[in-house]
């Protein structure tokens, strides 16, 4: 291969393990790197604690409790994850590089404010996991590419501006797809993401390790970016909450992009009312933003109250329920009638197409000055795509282009008997980590991924993931549910009355101490 020695096949064929141990970078004070050490202070006198494993499965909502009520400090929240994060990401890669040091003296800051009784809100020394495409200032942040290997951000994105401006202390930054450029987390310089449900499984991407850590319980909350469903697919796949709120609500200033007029970044949570504190934070008008919409911010949290029982639900059988594996359609059915029990009405409605609605010319021209410099520096399925990005007509992208804003236009108009629509979130199960390299790296033509996500980022409309039911083999199933433009409060609301009266979000993966990481068996590049 040469000058793709970058290639995540450099890196797979030396173990997953090993390669998780080798590449996970701490970030000290002035953004370098180097290789993870052991965590400092009482993690490390107290390793594999009992306490630090509790600590560690609070839902957000339930650790800020604790700081509220000075039952726990932020500092112990920060070391129960790194002790976390210590055992578990070598076998799911999930972080990419840990803020150790900016975590554990934030900390100590918070903890004065705490035990003076100035929080700053809900988020008070709450640890929180980046997707690796979000800007940190003096941290690398590389879009998992070996083109930003070394990027290192002098300003954060609006998004980490306001998470810190909230209290949260951000631990981390996590893998995902190259660039954000695919739907499994396979495709990374730092190798794939694995599934805490099934190590053998894709986690879903591009937000895979936002959502691996959620799962593991390495972090309390974690930011995911979401162009054609890479907040909710993952969230599906991991058995957590993702939402993709309206466009324009949650500023994307500050984020590597995929495509400016697609792209979204939300919360990903084990729960819907943290979703809801998280996007708290998050919302609100960015003037240096262009996407960014001023519109007025509820109380997301207080939303969670407001009844369900007249709700009007559509159902889009067509096409989002066809061809869904026999588990998921018997879980999603079971979903619904739920949803009935709690709400007032449901119909089958129709949403319009989204065919044709494409706007290339976007990716391409954020890349074209680095991918036409060091085209080897791309993964081999990134490349491919930006290759074909670069035929894209300008004509082409303006008839896309008008087609997306006219469709925002209308959609709305789909709510007019309905208030909610509900359908499966992943209509198929995850194909394996090998499986999904095999695919991506291929040269055959292939069929289209069935999805049920791209068409809410062409909408802009609110979307949510929650969990919804487990396949007979143990993998996580996701049920999503979307409102009109700012109808994250409904949105909410019916999610977390959902998660109410069922289970499915509180199982937790099968994973321990011991687990096994399973061999990739791909044959070797010839």
């Known amino acids: 291969m040469g000058s793709h020695a970058h290639s995540r096949r450099h890196f797979l064929f030396a173990g997953a393990a090993a390669l998780a141990s080798a590449r996970l970078s701490y970030a000290g004070n002035a953004g370098l790197t180097a290789p993870l050490q052991e965590p400092t202070g009482r993690a490390q006198a107290n390793p594999s604690s009992a306490v630090d494993s509790d600590l560690a499965s609070l839902t957000l909502k339930d650790a800020a409790d604790r700081i509220r009520a000075k039952s726990v400090t932020p500092s112990s929240l920060v070391e129960a994850c790194l002790r976390r994060i210590e055992i578990y990401n070598p ?9 150790r040091e900016q975590a554990m003296a934030l900390a100590g800051q918070l903890d004065g404010e705490q035990q003076r009784g100035t929080l700053r809100g809900p988020l008070h020394g709450i640890p929180i996991a980046l997707k690796d495409n979000i800007d940190t200032a003096g941290v690398r942040t590389s879009a998992a590419s070996a083109v930003f290997a070394d990027r290192v951000p002098t300003e954060d994105a609006e998004v980490t501006r306001r998470l810190q401006a909230a209290g949260a202390i951000i631990i981390g930054k996590v893998n995902l797809h190259e660039f954000a ?30 959502a691996a850590a959620l799962s593991a319980e390495m972090c309390y909350g974690a930011l995911g970016t979401d162009t054609g469903g890479s907040i909710r697919t993952p969230a599906s796949y991991c058995s957590i909450v993702g939402l993709k709120p309206t466009y324009g609500l949650v500023s994307i200033r500050g984020i590597v992009p995929l ?115 060091s085209p080897q520096l791309y993964q081999i399925p990134t490349r491919r795509f930006l290759q074909r990005q670069a035929d894209a007509k300008a004509s082409a992208y303006v008839q896309g282009w008008r087609q997306v804003q006219l469709l925002r236009r209308t959609v709305d108009d789909v709510f007019q008997d309905v208030d909610l629509l509900v359908m499966p979130t992943r209509r198929k199960t995850p194909r394996t980590v090998e499986a999904a390299i095999k695919r991506e790296e291929t040269e055959k033509m292939l069929n289209p991924e069935v999805e049920n996500t791209g068409q809410f980022n062409v909408f802009g409309l609110p979307a949510i993931s929650i969990p919804c039911g487990f396949t007979k083999g143990g993998l996580p199933i996701g049920l999503q549910i979307v409102g009109p433009h700012f ?10 009355a959902y998660e109410r009266v069922t289970t499915w979000h509180t199982r937790k993966p099968p994973l321990n101490p011991d687990t096994p990481v399973p061999n990739l068996t791909l044959d070797e590049p010839r």
């Open 181 to 210: 450029m695919g739907g499994t987390s396979a495709t990374s310089y730092f190798g794939p993401v694995r599934n805490p449900w099934a190590l053998e499984r894709s986690p879903g991407g591009s937000s895979g390790g936002s």
């Open 91 to 99: 076998k799911l890669n999930a972080f990419v590089t840990l803020m």
């Open 259 to 373: 495509t400016w007029t697609l792209d979204h970044c939300g919360p990903m949570t084990r729960t819907v009312e943290d979703a809801a504190i998280m996007l708290q934070a998050l919302a609100g008008y960015d003037r240096l933003d262009i996407s960014s919409e001023k519109h007025a911010i509820p109380d997301y949290a207080g939303a969670l109250k407001q009844p369900v029982s007249g709700l009007r639900l559509g159902i889009p059988r067509a096409p989002y329920f066809d061809l869904l594996d026999e588990d998921i359609r018997k879980a999603v059915e079971d979903a619904l009638v739920e949803l009935a029990k709690l709400t007032k009405s449901s119909r089958e409605v129709t949403l319009p197409s989204t065919e044709g609605a494409t706007l290339a010319g976007e990716t391409y021209a954020y890349h074209q000055q680095h991918f036409e410099k």
């Open 487 to 496: 109808g994250e409060p409904q949105v909410l609301a019916l999610a977390h």
